[in-house]
């Protein structure tokens, strides 16, 4: 589905038809809500992460699982970080 501009809304009327709203949205629309003739949010359906964002993230993980600690001792307290 290509994403479509949002909608301009006034915040009275977001209001007072939120559930309608958010039904819109459940369907993929957007909306920009403005107050006083100023945008001030946006309604939008929530964005998954795409599958090659996804498998980057698990390639990374699974390369840093496998490598080694530094393997140097550590000379610090946790509590003198805090000092």
Same mark, same amino acid.
């Given at each position: 589905?290509?994403?479509?501009?949002?909608?301009?809304?006034?915040?009275?009327? &977001?209001?007072?038809?939120?559930?309608?709203?958010?039904?819109?949205? &459940?369907?993929?629309?957007?909306?920009?809500?403005?107050?006083?003739?100023?945008?001030?949010?946006?309604?939008?359906?929530?964005?998954?992460?795409?599958?090659?964002?996804?498998?980057?993230?698990?390639?990374?993980?699974?390369?840093?699982?496998?490598?080694?600690?530094?393997?140097? &001792?550590?000379?610090?307290?946790?509590? &003198?970080?805090?000092?």
């Amino acid at each position: 589905m290509s994403q479509a501009e949002p909608v301009l809304v006034s915040a009275s009327e &977001a209001n007072r038809s939120f559930s309608a709203l958010l039904r819109q949205v &459940a369907e993929g629309q957007s909306f920009t809500v403005q107050s006083h003739g100023r945008p001030v949010a946006t309604l939008a359906p929530i964005q998954t992460a795409r599958p090659s964002l996804v498998s980057a993230r698990q390639a990374l993980l699974a390369r840093l699982a496998a490598q080694p600690a530094s393997g140097e &001792a550590r000379t610090w307290r946790r509590d &003198a970080l805090y000092d």
